[in-house]
């Protein structure tokens, strides 16, 4: 860390001047360097208010009051409370449920959403921020009916879609319901991704009509010229076409046989989906076939293959990733998928060269393993490739040596740090340098470099920001 001070006093050296310093007691300095405690750091910090411009006041008085509510102290609570002028009961309600949510508080976070529940007032990100927390605590019946509070009509704008989309992610992620092979398979069929709007009114009508013994031929004649809408019709009907499950077995058993060939991935998925949904004597007869065509499927396939036969068993976190079930944001779910198929070394060979699954959003994917891989050693290799790829000076470069740099502040890899942090683009950031002190005990300095520097914006809740981090997690072991 004394690295990244000196780097960045030579930084503020260099810059003019926007405001004079505002100068540290000394005394204060020193009782606080012997024995950093939440109030005297915080102190010295509120010490250096004088040089926050207007328009940032009110941001970085909300951060010395989270900052004291993650303290638990009630007398700092009080006191920042004097401090800031921070009354507002909306805005305390803000601070209070960001705080319970960064603490994992149980109680106060099902008491929010009880109380969001009972129609009492919150607006769009509090509700967001409320669904969110409940979600990360297995409160998922709760997170969904505050969720549903969010406006999302058509008279809403952008923010509150944007909101609700977000705590619907959140909830899916976190969301423990069992999941089948059958409900994966059932998903799939009811897609319409395939069909445009009159397809999809013609696939509802031919429903009453589907087990006739005449229906298969009817759809072979209607989709005669396309192959992958014809097995996606008979993945949408397979419950009514294979029941009676003669001669349906014998006609898909053919159909793997010779044309839907199952050492194609995109057809192996599909067939096996069809098999979920079917009788079982059908599925059993289409697996058979299955394995004759493809008796050395990929990682990815076999495991399918395995799991359809198990039917209605619920499935694993694990296998929940391999059939693409695992909830939560683009970036969340292509992570687990590629730590559920991949062994370590491929996840890490496509990740470097950016081959799929990385091909999009892959420093935000990366970040997303990193939090997801319950490997410790593999996350730390995960965390030292973003730390490689980070150092091109790019927009995505700046973002691995970011998220890297964060996760290995969290997590206490003060090697990666070390790594992470030279190749930010910012090493000044006094978020950044706090994080740092967790390493060595030492976020004194940090505000005596700041009393020495310019800077009068938002950065100085960038401060507290990072310091919240130290007043949560605690400093790192000195090994």
């Known amino acids: 860390m004394k690295d990244a001070l000196v780097f960045a006093a030579m930084a503020a050296l260099a810059a003019a001047a926007a405001a004079p310093a505002v100068s540290q007691n000394d005394s204060k300095l020193k009782a606080c360097t012997a024995a950093p405690t939440h109030a005297c750091v915080l102190d010295l910090l509120w010490d250096q208010m004088p040089k926050v411009g207007r328009d940032y006041q009110a941001e970085t008085r909300r951060a010395f009051i989270d900052a004291a509510l993650l303290s638990g102290d009630k007398a700092l609570i009080d006191l920042y409370i004097q401090r800031t002028e921070w009354r507002n009961p909306d805005a305390l309600d803000s601070s209070h449920i960001a705080v319970a949510r960064q603490k994992a508080d149980k109680a106060a976070l099902i008491s929010y959403g009880d109380k969001a529940i009972s129609r009492l007032r919150f607006d769009w990100y509090q509700l967001n921020a409320i669904a969110n927390g409940l979600a990360e605590i297995g409160e998922t019946d709760r997170a969904r009916k505050v969720a549903e509070l969010i406006p999302r009509g058509d008279e809403d704008g952008v923010t509150e879609l944007n909101l609700y989309q977000h705590a619907q992610d959140v909830i899916a992620f976190h969301d423990t319901t069992p999941v089948t092979a059958r409900i994966w398979a059932d998903g799939k069929a009811a897609s319409n991704d395939w069909w445009d709007e009159a397809e999809i009114t013609w696939l509802k009508a031919a429903t009453p009509r589907a087990s006739a013994a005449t229906f298969t031929k009817e759809l072979q004649d209607r989709y005669r010229a396309d192959g992958w809408k014809y097995l996606n019709a008979l993945l949408r009907f397979a419950p009514q076409i294979t029941n009676p499950p003669e001669p349906a077995a014998a006609m898909l058993r053919a159909h793997i046989e010779g044309f839907a060939d199952p050492r194609n991935e995109r057809i192996a998925e599909v067939l096996l989906a069809i098999a979920a949904r079917a009788h079982p004597d059908v599925r059993t007869a289409m697996l058979a076939a299955f394995d004759a065509r493809q008796p050395s499927p990929p990682v990815q396939i076999a495991r399918m293959r395995v799991l359809v036969e198990t039917g209605d068993a619920p499935l ?57 891989t319950a490997d410790k050693a593999f996350a730390l290799t995960i965390g030292q490739l973003m730390a490689e790829l980070g150092e091109p000076r790019t927009i995505d470069g700046y973002d691995y040596a970011q998220y890297a740099t964060e996760w290995a502040a969290d997590t206490c890899q003060a090697d990666l740090f070390k790594l992470a942090e030279s190749r930010l683009a910012r090493r000044d950031g006094l978020d950044t340098m706090m994080w740092a002190a967790r390493f060595d005990r030492d976020p004194v300095s940090i505000v005596e470099y700041l009393s020495h520097d310019d800077r009068i914006s938002s950065e100085i809740s960038d401060a507290l920001k990072g310091y919240q981090r130290i007043i949560l997690n605690g400093y790192c072991s000195a090994s």
Request: aromatic residues 6%; hydrophobic residues 45%.
């Open 316 to 372: 694993e976190a694990t296998d929940k990733a391999v059939l693409g079930l695992t909830g939560g944001s683009y970036k969340q779910r292509i992570a687990a998928r590629a730590l559920a198929t991949l062994t370590p070394d491929e996840f890490i060979a496509k990740a470097r060269a950016g081959e799929a699954p990385f091909t999009l959003s892959r420093p935000a994917v990366l970040r997303a393993a990193l939090h997801q």
